[in-house]
């Protein structure tokens, strides 16, 4: 029994080359930032491409939540660990309210 839809990463491509015309008219500094979100995309095809997804914009927009998701997850972390001198960002000096 043979698959009904292209893989998860066919469509990555697919949906890459369909937008490729507005990537290429956005500004040099958001060039990197749009191909970044199919490169973060790409990360997550191994459980998208399980779950072989009928609409794969969908399986795409929901990688890239959980990309976001995760870069939230660890940015929060590096807040809240303690900086280099031993007092984490939320903890003042001990005169300030």
Known sequence: M???NPTYRDAIRALEAEWEPMGTA???EYQA????????ARTF???A???NPPEPER????SLLLA???ELRRLRAELESP???GESPQTGSEGDP
Do not use: C, I, M, Q
């Open 45 to 47: 095809a191994d459980a």
């Open 59 to 62: 399986a795409f927009l929901l």
């Open 2 to 4: 043979g698959r009904t």
């Open 83 to 85: 900086d280099a001198s």
């Open 26 to 28: 956005l500004r040099r």
């Open 33 to 40: 930032d749009f191909d970044r979100l199919f490169d973060r």
């Open 68 to 70: 976001h998701e995760v």
């Open 49 to 51: 491409g399980y779950a």
